[in-house]
């Protein structure tokens, strides 16, 4: 459209020229020399009002004729070509000049002196001459005026093509800024990728990084003479113009690389003759304000080489596993091959065919002299390697990758959206790799001891099926009716609604490959969840008469309003949840970097992350904190006596979960180790609620706790990284620190971008005070609970819980070097089953995850600090030993809190009775945790009762009387 209206331009600029000197040009010094040219004076002298009339259009044209003066100049060779013999007999050189002087020079000799003229012999008869004068300047005059017409209508009508095109066009300024959607990407600490974020998957490169062998294989394919012209190559646009005129349709392009930038930046891809116009408008505006190398670079950067990825890092990522900085020849030439059609070239869809365009884009290269042609041979023999796709959906760390997008959000705002961010962590990738085989092994273990792994048979009581229409994001139990081996789905029926399960979609229950007929009895109940909403029923009309035939009552049930519910027209998709869920968290205990985080069990991206959002009763895990103020406030030490009958605490009525634990008082350090409920209340009545309220909040939990007495057994809920934060910081001797995942983010243009200030640590227990916790809670691993923790060989501090109808199981727990958090628990907290416990559920994937993240580090104890003294006692009062007191037992103690008073000598009837179990030596209390899937063995007579998990009431208790107001932290 632009060529063809600056002919025209150039044409009717001309016209007016030889409308002002019909007879030549009026400098010339031969035109002077011949005698006046009387019969033309009255048509000049009526066309000078025309001709000052079209002067300012003239000048508001004078724009667009020198931009058409490169067309004009390179159409020449063409215009010489169709002209007549006649034409081009003048001198050398005069073929350029305008077309009044190439006319001028072949006019006959008479045409200057038409009113002198003779009669020709055909003149008619008795005509009179003087009248022909008049007559031919008349003619002459009208044709003056049509031309001068023309010439106003055309300019006019270029005038109001170029304006309309004009009016809309985007801004070529933005080109100077402008950042193409790239990818972000979230890296380990070691620079491992944990996964990739885009809308476009493109890393932009400058010009200078990519190598020559990528911009000349570019150029020789699609625009040699990039660096020549200015932005059009008009020839070969007057070329798809014929083309494509002929065939009245766009089925030609002539695009230069200038032109291409302008169609995929700015304009849309749509092959029309509009968008054709405002692309030459564009280029040429571009070449004004950009250089060659920003243009290409644009270019090189925005392209799509298909499978997703734009421009030629990417691309060279993708194909090559390499960046394009590393590229060889015969790689960069079959990069560009693939930008001819991705879907045709690209060499994993079509080998054979992205070798031949590579080599046309060699021969091109050679052709053009960007390569000689023994690096063309040589290319050519180059086999093509593709890298391994080791794309998929599941990823080692989506929990970090969609934590690393909310930073980034809160950082930066909508630009986050466009990319080309580097987020550096602190997750461990060998360790977050273990954290998660960890959690699956856990979990799959757990599905082993129910029977939750297919073949799933039908048993003589299954539990009831749900009865009503499911909705909502919620986990119901369904009935199996039916398989589909060909499709490989179940069919599922949940209350109202008919469903079908993709088995491949299950590999966690279904780890054999079983078809859907194998998997599941029909009537076996499964737990589902929709993907998705429920659709809507369809309405059924009331049953027609008997008389009526189908048709009448399927018209009464389309026109009925209301009716009986029907069924969905198609099964709905469901997904299988069988099995509960897990987290895990891992904590550095000296940086306190967060080096591994599970939320889940399949890692998919867009779940949920357990780990840091989901909120759970953290049982008798909260334990510690009622311990460690209890030793913080100098009230309790690991040798206070607490009650452990349930009628000792009034008000309140809480079980342990072995009724032997509630004979006799125990020491502090004996009732963690067993987690003796009613004893954890009684020291929360002594310390007061609300202080350990603050205690732990200091600690790094920073959900809303409530400062009743049911806080002691884990009432109220946190989340596993709270937990792992709050441990952390004991096992830091005291120093709280607020866990850190996100290191370094740097932003496209290399500038790092500056994150929110990490609030200072602060100490919230003394060295001395944090190690008799710590000391204490080694006891839950050398003999009460834990102690399959032993197996690590090396310390292990912890606690296990486990809540009501073990709805909820944890272990929390460290070394010297690491803290980490285990969850195991059911999302919509059904009951685990009986026998799972903390130690049983959570507590081996613990243990598996801290045997592979000390694998090469020594085992080292908990450094004894200043201010830890150590003194013998008795093992029933906790008071100083005797002298020669041969049961006497050393324990541990802040300095200044160490019993000053000695026990009494026993009467000699006071063994008698029976023994108390908090008496018994630590060795005699080595119990047998239950076999998976069973309940606690019960006690052999006179052998210690097992150290099992006991559970917590989590009914809110009456707050603790006179309390002090929580010290600051």
């Not at 925005?302 to 060279?316: L, P, T």
């Not at 790094?700 to 441990?727: F, I, N, W």
Request: proline share 9%.
């Amino acid at each position: 459209m632009r060529i063809a209206c600056a002919s025209v331009h150039g044409d009717g600029v001309m016209a007016s020229e030889q409308s002002r000197n019909p007879g030549g040009n009026e400098n010339d010094p031969v035109r002077k020399t011949d005698a006046p040219d009387r019969a033309s004076d009255p048509l000049r002298q009526a066309s000078d009002p025309l001709r000052q009339a079209s002067d300012p259009l003239r000048r508001a044209s004078e724009p667009l004729r020198q931009a058409s003066d490169p067309l004009r100049q390179a159409s020449d060779p063409l215009r010489q070509a169709s002209e007549p013999p006649a034409r081009r007999s003048g001198p050398p050189g005069r073929g350029s000049e305008p077309p009044e002087r190439i006319s001028r020079a072949t006019r006959p000799a008479s045409a200057p002196h038409i009113e002198g003229a003779q009669r020709l012999p055909s003149q008619p008869e008795g005509a009179p001459p003087q009248e022909r004068g008049p007559r031919i300047a008349t003619w002459a005059k009208r044709i003056g005026i049509a031309l001068a017409a023309l010439l106003v209508l055309a300019a006019a009508t270029i005038a109001l093509v170029i304006r309309h095109y004009e009016a809309d066009l985007p801004s070529t300024r933005e080109l100077k800024d402008y950042r193409p959607p790239q990818v972000t990407r979230i890296l380990a600490r070691d620079g491992t990728r944990l996964g990739e974020v885009f809308t476009e998957r493109r890393t932009v490169v400058r010009i200078g990084e990519i190598p020559s062998q990528v911009k000349l294989a570019a150029l020789a394919a699609e625009d040699a003479g990039f660096y020549e012209h200015a932005g059009l190559n008009y020839l070969g646009m007057l070329r798809a113009l014929a083309v494509n005129l002929r065939s009245t349709r766009a089925r030609q392009g002539a695009s230069t690389i200038t032109q291409q930038v302008v169609k995929n930046v700015l304009l849309t891809p749509d092959r029309t003759f509009n968008r054709k116009a405002r692309e030459i408008i564009l280029a040429r505006k571009i070449e004004q304000e950009l250089t060659k190398d920003e243009i290409l670079e644009l270019y090189l950067n925005k392209i799509y080489f298909g499978h997703g990825r734009y421009g030629v890092e990417e691309a060279s990522r993708y194909y090559f596993g390499k960046s394009v900085r590393d590229v060889t020849l015969a790689e960069a030439a079959l990069l560009v091959a693939i930008v001819k059609g991705p879907s045709v070239y690209s060499p994993r869809v079509n080998l054979e065919r992205a070798v031949a365009r590579r080599d046309f884009v060699l021969d091109q290269m050679q052709r053009k002299a960007f390569a000689d042609e023994i690096q063309v041979a040589q290319a050519k023999q180059e086999p093509v390697v593709l890298a391994i796709e080791t794309e998929s959906l599941a990823e080692l760390a989506p929990e970090v990758v969609a934590e690393a997008q909310r930073v980034l959000r809160e950082l930066v705002g909508p630009a986050a959206q466009q990319g080309g961010y580097t987020i550096t962590t602190t997750i461990d990738p060998a360790m977050q790799a273990a954290a998660r085989a960890s959690v699956r092994k856990n979990l799959d273990a757990y599905a082993k001891r129910h029977k939750l792994l297919g073949p799933l048979a039908r048993s003589k009581k299954e539990p009831p099926a749900f009865d009503g229409t499911p909705a909502g994001h919620k986990v119901f139990r369904g009935v199996v009716t039916g398989a589909d081996d060909a499709r490989g789905t179940l069919s599922v029926r949940v209350g109202t609604l008919e469903g079908t399960v993709t088995l491949r979609g299950a590999q966690r229950y279904n780890p054999n490959g079983l078809p859907p007929s194998k998997f599941a009895d029909v009537d076996k109940v499964v737990r589902v969840s929709l993907i998705g909403p429920a659709p809507e029923p369809v309405v059924e009309a009331a049953s027609a008469g008997q008389d009526e035939d189908e048709d009448a009552a399927g018209e009464a049930g389309r026109a009925a309003p209301a009716g009986k519910p029907g069924k969905p027209a198609a099964p709905v998709p469901l997904r299988l949840e069988l099995g509960p869920e897990g987290a895990l968290v891992a904590i550095d205990v000296r940086t306190r970097e967060i080096v591994a985080l599970v939320g889940s069990y399949e890692a998919m991206r867009g779940g949920l992350d357990r780990a840091t959002f989901a909120r759970r009763q953290p049982g008798s895990t909260f334990k510690a904190f009622v311990y460690g103020y209890g030793i913080h406030a100098r009230t309790l030490t690991p040798a206070t006596i607490l009650d452990t009958d349930p009628l000792a605490i009034a008000g309140y009525k809480p079980q342990n979960y072995d009724e032997s634990e509630g004979k006799s008082p125990a020491r502090l350090r004996e009732a963690a180790a067993h987690s003796v409920n009613v004893a954890a209340v009684s020291a929360l009545s002594r310390v007061g609620a609300s202080n350990v309220v603050a205690f732990a909040g200091a600690l790094g939990v920073q959900s809303k706790l409530g400062a009743d007495l049911s806080l002691a057994l884990g009432a109220y809920e946190v989340t596993p990284r709270e937990m792992a934060a709050a441990y952390a910081s004991i096992a830091a001797g005291g120093v709280h620190e607020q866990p850190v995942l996100i290191t370094k983010i740097v932003g496209p243009g290399g500038v790092e971008i500056p994150l929110p200030p990490r609030p200072p640590g602060h100490r919230v227990m003394e060295e001395a005070e944090a190690y008799v916790l710590t000391s204490v809670l080694t006891s839950v691993v050398q003999s009460g609970t834990a102690r399959q923790a032993r197996s690590l060989g090396r310390p292990i501090a912890g606690k296990t819980g486990t809540t009501n109808q073990s709805k909820d199981t944890w272990f929390v727990g460290y070394s010297t070097d690491i803290a980490c958090a285990v969850w195991t628990g059911y999302d919509d907290a059904a009951p685990l089953g009986s026998g799972e416990t903390g130690a049983m559920a959570a507590l081996p994937a613990f243990v598996d995850f801290m045997k592979q993240a000390h694998a090469k580090r020594p085992a080292a104890d908990f450094p004894v600090p200043n201010g830890v003294v150590r003194v013998k006692i008795d093992p029933l009062t906790g008071l100083l030993a005797r002298e020669g007191q041969e049961d006497a037992i050393e324990e541990v103690f802040v300095a200044g809190t160490e019993p000053t008073e000695e026990a009494q000598v026993p009467e000699a009837d006071a063994g008698a009775g029976a023994e108390p179990a908090d008496g018994v030596a630590p060795a005699e209390q080595q119990g047998t945790p239950p076999t998976p899937g069973e309940g606690p063995r019960p006690v052999e007579p006179g052998a210690a009762p097992a150290p099992v998990e006991s559970e917590h009431a989590p009914e809110p208790g009456p707050l603790p009387t006179g309390e002090t107001a929580p010290p600051p932290f």
